[in-house]
């Protein structure tokens, strides 16, 4: 039988409907969470605290804890019920009655402590996600909640243990998926499918990589991901720490409000560029095949063969003086200790810290020899003698980071001292910088560059490691900037999200395997999302006609929404072409939801003039959409990993032809093409590429 539904339109039933009873569920968690969160804030901590520092400490948990018990208004507390058949890790008795649980964003428990709503995250919630009627998982009803303005509104029930109920699909949850997007990005909690659970669930233990076409939620995946991992590993993931890196500022500001709508607060954000710029400011730009050259994981070794070349052999030995004696150390002594460092491949910093003390340890032996008595404090007053610090600079100095780099690419016989056999003679050429800056501070150094110092800073010295590392849009990074985010998760795991196909740098990866080798993750699990849940059929098929050209073999997206009439190519005179988008804009304005249109970068500023003619605010990419203010004008280069209800898009030749080269102009129309939920309109003067002709 069908799966029951009930509405707030529903006048059949008295007072007494099932739904006034979830509607009364409701409003008593709502006051369980109010009455949490005020415990809370009635923390009294003066006569707990030993001391200021302390106090200021726990002061910090305890604001971090009554932030993530806000009771957000627009956000559903639970969305499903399960009715298990038997007691939840309980014996299955003869006439044991099973047990009831609401799914909710977060756990809420009444006076008693008594659960009223159960995390998302819990083992008991994950038959929500997983039970089917093949595997019901002792499950005899799943509810579906659906909600209006932060009002429950309606209920959805699937009898997955009924033979006699047959199998449709939910259309809560379509409407869910379907719900029209103003603002930030939405979490999918409850709308998250069986193979999104899966991959949501693994554990911290191994990295995975997601490989998924546009609409499938890898980006929510990996989001989820981190709220499941925060809740299942807390304690260890406090103290080591979890990052998510994005493309670009735009991108991390529309994801930033999902992790703390599910409760999680502490989660770093952050660009690559981001990460590695602490030491230097981006000022300049490369040309691409300089771009590349300077990201090919070839100028690691480049690096180490210029740092290692600072180190040179003792031409004599060392004599300290203490007190009345006069105690030496021969150069070929010192020259061992410097062998037995390189052959042990330390850290540059580390080893050029432990040589004083190796120099130490041996004028420490022979005043032992003689009869002396030395200790720790005498051999760490050794290793600062000016005698073991002039031999230790002459022999092992110290160097900065980003002072290797500038000489690496403005002197051209030191790098072709250290680059032979690496890189050709033209490499060379191409990275060496056409104005050679005169200090660290007036170069014009360029992302790449920054990447690199990152590079010799870690050979320097050891970058510290979190416990976890999200990387979105990963098929964009160039080998040296995976280096770069494997340093920052050399001891811990990775989630890596992307779309082979939407890569959209000249150095974007080929493969996952390439990608997670170069990361340190070559162990890594790759799961592949095929299943699309937000880009309707009809579009994702008109821009999957690219994928041969951009990512031979890569296998289409497969949507799971029809949705007839969201496609419109429709093709205009070049002179009309800004007036005709922004009727298109003024059409798709008419339905409810966000507009993104979308231009090449060169298109952006004709197209702001002719919206502000004609009367049209617009917002800028990362801007919050708003009821009154829905309409953002969005460069191409800046489309990625956006979403709107419905697009315009402007001129697809003109975004191919801002591009390098032809596949990455053609990638870079892919992700345009698929970033409507409900419609897309394509405007074109120019002809068409011929993969959508």
């Not at 709502?30 to 809370?40: F, K, Q, T, Y």
């Not at 971090?64 to 008795?93: C, M, N, W």
């Not at 005899?140 to 243990?161: P, S, V």
């Amino acid at each position: 039988m069908p799966a029951h539904e009930e509405t707030s339109e529903d006048t059949s039933e008295a007072t007494s409907s099932p739904l006034d009873g979830e509607r009364a569920h409701l409003a008593g968690s709502r006051a369980a969470l109010r009455a949490m969160r005020e415990d809370v804030q009635a923390l009294d901590i003066r006569d707990v605290t030993a001391n200021w520092v302390n106090a200021a400490v726990l002061q910090a948990q305890i604001d971090d804890r009554i932030k993530a018990l806000a009771d957000l208004s627009h956000t559903p507390l639970f969305f499903g019920r399960l009715d298990y058949r038997h007691p939840v890790g309980g014996q299955e008795a003869e006439g044991a009655e099973g047990e009831q649980f609401y799914i909710g964003r977060r756990h809420v428990h009444d006076a008693q402590g008594d659960p009223m709503v159960i995390d998302w995250r819990a083992p008991v919630s994950q038959p929500f996600y997983q039970a089917s009627r093949n595997n019901p998982l002792d499950v005899d009803r799943r509810r579906r909640f659906g909600y209006t303005g932060g009002e429950l509104t309606a209920y959805e029930d699937e009898h997955l243990t009924d033979p006699a109920e047959t199998e449709r699909t939910s259309k809560l949850l379509q409407a869910e998926i379907e719900r029209p997007r103003v603002g930030p990005m939405r979490d999918i909690v409850a709308t998250i499918q069986p193979e999104q659970d899966e991959i949501v669930r693994s554990g911290l233990g191994g990295t995975v990589c997601v490989q998924g076409g546009p609409g499938t939620g890898k980006t929510a995946v990996g989001l989820h991901r981190v709220a499941y991992l925060l809740y299942a590993h807390r304690e260890r993931l406090a103290r080591t720490g979890t990052l998510v890196i994005g493309p670009n500022r735009s991108f991390l500001h529309y994801i930033e409000q999902v992790l703390p709508a599910l409760g999680e607060l502490e989660v770093k954000q952050a660009t690559v560029e981001d990460l590695v710029t602490a030491q230097v400011e981006v000022r300049g730009t490369d040309e691409a095949a300089a771009a590349v050259i300077k990201g090919d994981a070839r100028m690691a070794e480049v690096l180490r063969r210029a740092l290692r070349s600072h180190v040179t052999l003792p031409t004599e030995g060392v004599v300290v003086v203490r007190g009345s004696r006069r105690w030496r150390v021969p150069a070929y002594e010192i020259e061992e200790m410097v062998g037995e460092l390189l052959a042990r491949d330390m850290r540059y910093g580390a080893a050029h810290e432990a040589l004083p003390q190796r120099i130490a340890h041996a004028v420490l032996v022979r005043m032992e020899e003689a009869g002396e008595a030395p200790d720790d404090r005498v051999q760490n007053a050794v290793a600062r003698t000016p005698a073991v610090k002039a031999a230790v600079k002459a022999v092992w100095p110290a160097v900065e980071p980003s002072k290797l780099v500038l000489r690496l690419l403005t002197d051209p016989e030191f790098l072709a001292a250290h680059a032979e056999g690496i890189l050709t003679g033209d490499e060379q050429k191409q990275i060496l910088m056409v104005r050679p800056a005169r200090s660290v501070k007036s170069a014009k150094w360029s992302a790449a560059d920054a990447v690199l110092i990152d590079e010799a800073g870690d050979l320097v010295a050891r970058t510290h490691s979190l416990g976890h590392v999200v990387i979105d849009e990963a098929q964009d990074l160039s080998p040296m900037q995976y280096r770069a985010v494997g340093r920052r998760c050399s001891t811990g795991s990775a989630t890596v999200l992307g779309d082979l196909a939407q890569g959209t740098t000249p150095w974007s990866t080929e493969s996952w395997a390439q990608a997670l080798f170069h990361l340190g993750k070559a162990d890594a699990v790759v799961e592949e999302l095929t299943a699309g849940f937000r880009v309707p059929r009809e579009v994702i098929a008109y821009a999957s006609q690219l994928l041969p050209a951009i990512s031979p073999g890569l296998a289409a997206v497969e949507s799971v929404r029809e949705s007839p009439g969201s496609l419109a190519v429709r093709e205009v005179a070049a002179d009309g072409l800004d007036a005709a988008v922004v009727a298109a804009c003024e059409e798709s304005l008419v339905h409810e939801g966000s507009i993104g249109l979308i231009a090449a970068d060169a298109r952006i500023p004709a197209l702001a003039d002719a919206l502000t003619a004609a009367g049209h605010a617009y917002l800028s990419p990362g801007e919050e959409t708003t009821a009154a203010s829905r309409l953002t004008l969005v460069p191409a280069s800046l489309a990625k990993g956006l979403e709107y209800d419905y697009v315009v898009l402007d001129e697809p030749s003109a975004v191919v032809d801002g591009e390098p080269d032809e596949r990455t102009g053609l990638r870079r129309l892919y992700v345009a093409l698929t970033r409507a939920v409900s419609g897309l309109i394509v405007l074109h003067a120019a002809t068409l590429p011929e993969q959508l002709v």
